[in-house]
């Protein structure tokens, strides 16, 4: 059993940093390096935005980078811009190929 | 480029049953598992189930474990999710996805599925 818990909300204004965690609770250890967060705009498909814990695809800005201690996983976004403004989640192996997310955190921009 | 376009969603009665599918192009499909991941209204996104990218071998989260199954048909580049006894709480968006190293990399815009008396 996995469960990841994120804020429900998180802000900041233009130009500043906000970081949104994810505490990992699993049984499963091995699974706590294989961490992706995603954002999604209203009304749009989920996209990739860190993979492998802190990694990036292509065309997703260095403003957006993550890392993990423990079992907390981070996101940081910095220099806020308008259009970062979406809900992020984020999503870890759990074991027998189970790939639960976090609940979302809602990031508006002031 | 990749696309994943999902199809098949509609209103549907409590107990009813419907098949959605995944139609995938821009990609050698066959080499790929994918996901099943649904979006209830107002709410997160919850991983459904994977399915091997030989069709050999499939898994589902607890809440759909029995009632929904998975397959796909690699020479016409199609994912699909049978869903059987619906409940009103299975109502929402259905997304597929790509999955590479663990991760949902692509995904289509979903398909919306309403369950009501």
């Known amino acids: 059993q996995s469960v990841l818990t994120q804020p429900p909300s998180a802000s900041g204004s233009p130009g500043q940093s906000v970081t949104i965690s994810c505490t990992i609770d699993?049984?499963?250890?091995?699974?706590?390096?294989?961490v992706s967060w995603y954002q999604q705009h209203p009304g749009k498909a989920p996209k990739l935005i860190i993979y492998?814990?802190?990694k990036r695809p292509s065309g997703v800005p260095d403003r957006f980078s993550a890392s993990k201690s423990g079992n907390t996983a981070s996101l940081t976004v910095s220099g806020l811009r308008a259009e970062d403004e979406a809900d992020y989640y984020c999503s870890s192996y759990a074991g027998l190929h189970k790939r639960p997310f976090g609940g979302g955190t809602k990031l508006t921009v002031l | 480029q990749v696309q994943l376009v999902e199809s098949g969603g509609g209103v549907v009665q409590p107990g009813d049953s419907l098949t959605l599918s995944c139609t995938a192009s821009g990609f050698p499909f066959s080499r790929y598992n994918m996901h099943w991941v649904r979006q209830t209204p107002g709410k997160g996104l919850e991983w459904l189930m994977i399915?091997?990218?030989?069709?050999?071998?499939?898994y589902y989260a607890d809440s759909v474990q029995g009632r929904f199954i998975i397959s796909r048909d690699n020479s016409k580049n199609t994912l699909y999710l049978h869903m059987s006894n619906l409940r009103t709480e299975d109502a929402g968006r259905y997304y597929c996805?790509?999955?590479?190293?663990?991760?949902?990399?692509?995904w289509g815009q979903g398909t919306l599925v309403a369950v009501s008396s």
């Open positions: 996805a790509r999955d590479v190293n663990w991760n949902y990399d692509y």
């Open positions: 699993s049984d499963d250890v091995s699974g706590y390096n294989i």
């Open positions: 399915i091997a990218d030989d069709g050999d071998g499939s």
């Open positions: 492998e814990v802190n």
